[in-house]
């Protein structure tokens, strides 16, 4: 039985992506020492390694990477391997060219970077099994051993491939999923511009076409690249759960990733992991919390690691800002306050060549250990040794968005009433509010179960698969209350419209429909009039006919002025709002905190702008994340009669805190 995560880490967990292949052996034992005084307790080890572990086909060269492990183990740290299968060696591809991914145009990617492997190649996933199989055979025993690395940020650089393989791997799922070719004909649509086929062996990629694609072969296209992918990170748990049952694994997610299904993925992973590079002068923090929020989401609250972000800044973005002194610690906090029980890096020690050199790392070249950087570092890893307490603590929220990949993919095909809406767009218009109000958010997918949660919101949610509906109709009938907007309820899981009135699903949950689309110009706006007062709408209009629901905000301008903008709806013993717009922040604002204040949703503390305020609760205990992201001081007005316990000081706290600049306090009561 594989086990638990606080069983094989009951620390935070804090280090980052170690590469001493890349190093001269007389580095190795200076790392150590360094990663034990910063409080280093896990790295990623072999995650690009290889070309230096199978120098040619079947020969194996294990002798580096056994003294790496034994003298990380005798120093105290863990390790998190890497099955190594993340960039394939240049003697694979020259023996087997199949196994290069190819490009629309037909042509190979070739070696000299990473991640050039078509996960459809068979050659290539029969390579990847005789590595992990070597590694896990090798390594199965090995104390450093706390969890298995599965490849790298599978999908990052490349999540499609056109190779005659691949077109052959595309015909074979299609003909598992549709059975029938006649099938496949109706639910792709095909009498559409004459499409139709007679064979399996007629479909082609949609790619390379004169003009628009037909899109439900786009979203099966991408579906099976999805699948194709999660099946290559399945042959290689197979083999891991085979010879190492008991050792946890996972592979690395990525941020704003639309390619992969997570949702899918988290199913099969003992640990979400994911890795974290906003922009440090972007502004808008919000998106980062978001990211943290959605990958606790993933497995049902269970808390994730973070696997990788930069102590200072990334080198492949145009220009490459610095986080300011106190941010990287900061962030960090963020990411433990919203879920995360592992602080990771990439990586530990600068690279001196490669095309990563002057990304940030643990370990300036500098060297120096009195750097701001690795000063940074030491004083966070030696904090996070006091919040062991904390590990597994889950957060407890009343509101939940929902997130659902499929969707992501279907309403930003093309063809659409406005080609320029965003689904992320619309996931942060929402999310935003609760994190300027600090209230706890989970995200949940149509079909999870929401009876935990007073409050559901479903932005864009244009793709409700068979039956979605039920589980949104559930939540409200039993007291719910639901907020949906613009572009939801159209297509089912082909692409194909709901006939019966938009959206014919959600009619009548929502108590409406939604006769017409009226999309706005780049350059064009609406005012909604609500209780009197006048707020600016863009993008999209919708025209509403009532059937039950009550408007509460009008169109002011335009042929459909009067006409309903947004809607509420008595649905069971809870409502349904509907927002048939895309209105102002301040709306949105405006609306959610009527909403809260019915509902009696509020924040843990009342706080100064910028200041994000989080809880986590374990075995009765509660830990209260109060983060300072303002350049001014601030002092938080505290429970009274409540004495808290500052994690960091160890000292009682009561009545109010003083927070520094760019400063965290963390009570536990
Ligand atoms: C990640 C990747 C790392 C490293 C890092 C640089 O996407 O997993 O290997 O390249 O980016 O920011």
Same mark, same amino acid.
């Given at each position: 039985?594989?086990k638990?995560?606080?069983?094989?880490?009951?620390?935070?967990?804090?280090?980052?992506?170690?590469?001493?292949?890349?190093?001269?052996?007389?580095?190795?034992?200076?790392?150590?020492?360094?990663?034990?005084?910063?409080?280093?307790?896990?790295?990623?080890?072999a995650?690009?390694?290889?070309?230096?572990?199978?120098?040619?086909?079947?020969?194996?060269?294990?002798?580096?990477?056994?003294?790496?492990?034994?003298?990380?183990?005798?120093?105290?740290?863990?390790?998190?391997?890497?099955?190594?299968?993340?960039?394939?060696?240049?003697?694979?591809?020259?023996?087997?060219?199949?196994?290069?991914?190819v490009?629309?145009?037909?042509?190979?990617?070739?070696?000299?970077?990473?991640?050039?492997?078509?996960?459809?190649?068979k050659?290539?996933?029969?390579?990847?099994?005789?590595?992990?199989?070597?590694?896990?055979?090798?390594?199965?025993?090995?104390?450093?051993v706390?969890?298995?690395?599965?490849?790298?940020?599978?999908?990052?650089?490349?999540?499609?491939?056109?190779?005659?393989?691949?077109?052959?791997?595309?015909?074979?799922?299609?003909?598992?999923?549709?059975?029938?070719?006649?099938?496949?004909?109706?639910?792709?649509?095909?009498?559409?511009?004459?499409?139709?086929?007679?064979?399996?062996?007629?479909?082609?990629?949609?790619?390379?076409?004169?003009?628009?694609?037909?899109?439900?072969?786009?979203?099966?296209?991408?579906?099976?690249?999805?699948?194709?992918?999660?099946?290559?990170?399945?042959?290689?748990?197979?083999?891991?759960?085979?010879?190492?049952?008991?050792?946890?694994?996972?592979?690395?997610?990525?941020?704003?990733?639309?390619?992969l299904?997570?949702?899918?993925?988290?199913?099969?992973?003992?640990?979400?992991?994911?890795?974290?590079?906003?922009?440090?002068?972007?502004?808008?923090?919000?998106?980062?919390?978001?990211?943290?929020?959605?990958?606790?989401?993933?497995?049902?609250?269970?808390?994730?690691?973070?696997?990788?972000?930069?102590?200072?800044?990334?080198?492949?973005?145009?220009?490459?800002?610095?986080?300011?002194?106190?941010?990287?610690?900061?962030?960090?906090?963020?990411?433990?306050?919203?879920?995360?029980?592992?602080?990771?890096?990439?990586?530990?020690?600068?690279?001196?060549?490669?095309?990563e050199?002057?990304?940030?790392?643990?370990?300036?070249?500098?060297?120096?250990?009195?750097?701001?950087?690795?000063?940074?570092?030491?004083?966070?890893?030696?904090e996070?040794?006091?919040?062991?307490?904390?590990?597994?603590?889950?957060?407890?929220?009343?509101?939940?968005?929902?997130?659902?990949?499929?969707?992501?993919w279907?309403?930003?095909?093309?063809?659409?009433?406005?080609n320029?809406?965003?689904y992320?767009?619309?996931?942060y218009?929402?999310?935003?509010?609760?994190?300027?109000? =600090?209230?706890?958010?989970d995200? #949940? @997918?149509p079909?999870?179960?929401?009876?935990?949660? &007073? !409050?559901?919101?479903?932005?864009m +949610?244009?793709?409700?698969?068979?039956?979605?509906?039920?589980?949104?109709?559930?939540?409200?009938?039993?007291?719910?209350?639901?907020?949906?907007?613009f572009?939801?309820?159209?297509?089912?899981?082909?692409?194909?419209?709901?006939?019966?009135?938009?959206?014919?699903?959600?009619?009548?949950?929502?108590?409406?429909?939604?006769?017409?689309?009226?999309?706005?110009?780049?350059?064009?706006?609406?005012?909604?009039?609500?209780?009197?007062?006048?707020?600016?709408?863009?993008?999209?209009?919708?025209?509403?006919?009532?059937?039950?629901?009550?408007?509460?905000?009008?169109?002011?301008?335009?042929?459909?002025?009067?006409?309903?903008?947004?809607?509420?709806?008595?649905?069971?013993?809870?409502?349904?709002?509907?927002?048939?717009? =895309?209105?102002?922040?301040?709306? #949105? @604002?405006?609306?959610?905190?009527?909403?809260?204040? &019915? !509902?009696?949703?509020?924040?843990? +503390?009342?706080?100064?702008?910028?200041?994000?305020?989080?809880?986590?609760?374990?075995?009765?205990?509660?830990?209260?994340?109060?983060?300072?992201?303002?350049?001014?001081?601030?002092?938080?007005?505290?429970?009274?009669?409540?004495?808290?316990?500052?994690?960091?000081s160890?000292?009682?706290?009561?009545?109010?805190?003083?927070?520094?600049?760019t400063?965290?306090?963390?009570?536990?009561?």
């Amino acid at each position: 039985m594989v086990k638990q995560i606080k069983e094989v880490m009951p620390h935070i967990a804090f280090g980052g992506d170690y590469n001493p292949e890349q190093w001269d052996e007389q580095f190795w034992l200076e790392d150590a020492k360094l990663m034990q005084e910063a409080g280093v307790n896990l790295v990623s080890v072999a995650i690009f390694s290889w070309s230096v572990i199978e120098r040619k086909e079947g020969q194996f060269d294990f002798v580096w990477l056994d003294k790496i492990l034994d003298i990380l183990h005798s120093h105290g740290i863990g390790v998190a391997l890497a099955t190594a299968t993340a960039s394939p060696p240049a003697w694979l591809s020259k023996e087997y060219p199949e196994v290069l991914a190819v490009q629309k145009n037909g042509v190979a990617y070739q070696v000299g970077s990473r991640q050039h492997y078509s996960p459809n190649s068979k050659r290539f996933r029969y390579a990847v099994k005789q590595l992990v199989t070597e590694m896990a055979n090798r390594y199965k025993d090995h104390p450093a051993v706390k969890m298995w690395h599965i490849n790298n940020e599978y999908g990052c650089h490349l999540s499609e491939c056109y190779s005659e393989e691949s077109l052959q791997a595309f015909r074979t799922w299609l003909k598992a999923r549709y059975q029938t070719i006649d099938n496949l004909n109706k639910k792709w649509g095909t009498n559409f511009w004459s499409q139709r086929y007679n064979a399996w062996d007629e479909i082609q990629f949609p790619a390379n076409l004169p003009t628009f694609y037909n899109p439900s072969q786009k979203l099966d296209y991408k579906r099976f690249m999805d699948e194709a992918i999660f099946e290559l990170y399945k042959t290689e748990k197979e083999v891991l759960r085979d010879i190492t049952p008991e050792i946890p694994v996972f592979t690395n997610f990525m941020y704003e990733f639309k390619p992969l299904n997570y949702f899918e993925w988290a199913k099969d992973m003992d640990l979400v992991t994911w890795d974290s590079y906003p922009d440090p002068r972007e502004g808008k923090p919000y998106r980062h919390a978001m990211h943290h929020d959605l990958m606790r989401s993933l497995k049902n609250g269970q808390p994730f690691y973070l696997m990788e972000q930069v102590t200072s800044h990334v080198n492949w973005r145009d220009i490459n800002l610095t986080k300011k002194p106190g941010e990287m610690r900061l962030w960090s906090y963020s990411t433990v306050a919203r879920g995360g029980d592992g602080v990771m890096y990439f990586q530990w020690r600068q690279g001196r060549a490669g095309a990563e050199k002057f990304h940030g790392a643990m370990v300036p070249h500098s060297n120096n250990p009195e750097s701001r950087t690795y000063q940074e570092i030491k004083q966070l890893g030696n904090e996070l040794k006091q919040l062991d307490g904390l590990v597994d603590a889950r957060t407890n929220a009343k509101v939940a968005i929902v997130f659902d990949w499929e969707n992501w993919w279907a309403v930003e095909l093309e063809g659409k009433p406005h080609n320029k809406l965003s689904y992320l767009d619309q996931v942060y218009q929402y999310y935003r509010v609760f994190y300027e109000k =600090n209230i706890a958010v989970d995200f #949940v @997918d149509p079909t999870s179960d929401l009876s935990e949660y &007073q !409050l559901v919101v479903a932005p864009m +949610l244009y793709m409700i698969r068979e039956g979605e509906e039920k589980n949104l109709e559930q939540f409200v009938d039993q007291g719910g209350t639901l907020v949906v907007s613009f572009f939801s309820g159209i297509a089912d899981q082909q692409d194909h419209i709901h006939l019966g009135g938009y959206p014919a699903p959600l009619r009548k949950l929502l108590g409406l429909t939604v006769e017409e689309f009226a999309p706005m110009a780049d350059d064009e706006t609406n005012t909604i009039v609500a209780n009197g007062e006048l707020s600016t709408v863009d993008t999209w209009a919708d025209i509403i006919k009532l059937e039950g629901a009550k408007s509460i905000a009008t169109f002011k301008e335009n042929w459909y002025q009067n006409s309903p903008a947004v809607t509420i709806h008595q649905y069971g013993k809870g409502s349904s709002i509907y927002i048939g717009t =895309n209105p102002s922040e301040a709306y #949105v @604002d405006k609306l959610l905190e009527g909403i809260l204040q &019915q !509902l009696n949703i509020s924040a843990p +503390l009342s706080v100064p702008n910028n200041v994000e305020v989080v809880e986590r609760t374990n075995n009765n205990q509660t830990y209260l994340f109060i983060l300072n992201h303002n350049t001014d001081p601030v002092t938080v007005s505290l429970d009274k009669g409540v004495t808290y316990t500052n994690c960091l000081s160890n000292q009682k706290v009561t009545d109010e805190v003083h927070i520094e600049h760019t400063d965290v306090a963390i009570l536990s009561y």
